[in-house]
C-alpha cells in the first residue's frame, strides 16, 4: 500500500490501462516513424514515467533530450508565453520532433514549445499526450497520439503532481478535494 493512497478518492487510469495506451500509442509511432530516427522530447517532469515506458515499447530508432518550461501565470495565458528553465542539448535543425506530455490541459505549454521548435528548423513537430482533458482546452492544437481523453478532475500520479507530491503513484488518481482546498 502506497504511503499517499489515502489521500486519493478513486483511481481514474489503472496501472493495466496506462500500459496498454502506451503500447497502443507506441505501435503508432512505430509505425509512423520507422527509418526516420525522431527526437523525443520529454517535459519535465510530469512526462518523465510515461516518456520512459513509451520509448522502451518502441523498437526503433530514435534519440531523446529534454525541456523544462514553466508558464508566466495568469495575465500571460493569453499570449501562451512560457519560460525556459532547462533548454535542448540537441539542434533540432531539420529533425523530426515528437514532444511527449503526460497531459494536455489548456495546451498553453505545446503550443508554444512547438511554434517554437518549428522557428529554430525543426522538419515536424507531433505531440503525444498520455492523457488529454479537452474541457479546459483554451488554445487551438492539434494532438495526434492521445492515450486518454479525461473529464476535468484534479488528478495525479504517474508523473502528475500536486505540489510535488503524488509523481511516483503508479497509476492516475483522482485526488481528494480535501487535500487541495
Ligand atoms: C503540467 C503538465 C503539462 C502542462 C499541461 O506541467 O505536465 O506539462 O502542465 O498544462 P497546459 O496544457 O495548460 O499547458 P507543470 O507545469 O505542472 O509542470 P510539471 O510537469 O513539472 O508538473
Ligand atoms: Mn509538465
Ligand atoms: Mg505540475
Redesign the pocket.
Known sequence: KHELEDDILDVLVSKEEIQQCTQELADRLTEDYKGRRPLLIG?????CPFLCDLMQAMPIDISLDFMSV??YGASSSSTGEVRILKDLDTSVQDREIIIV??????????FYLKNLLLSRGAKSVELVTLLNKPD?RTRDIEVKYIGKSIPDHFVVGY???FNETYRNLPYIGILKPEVYS
Do not use: F, Q, W, Y
Open positions: 517535459i519535465l517532469k510530469g512526462a514553466s508558464s506530455e503526460d497531459i494536455i490541459d489548456s495546451g498553453n505549454t505545446l479546459r508523473g502528475l503532481d
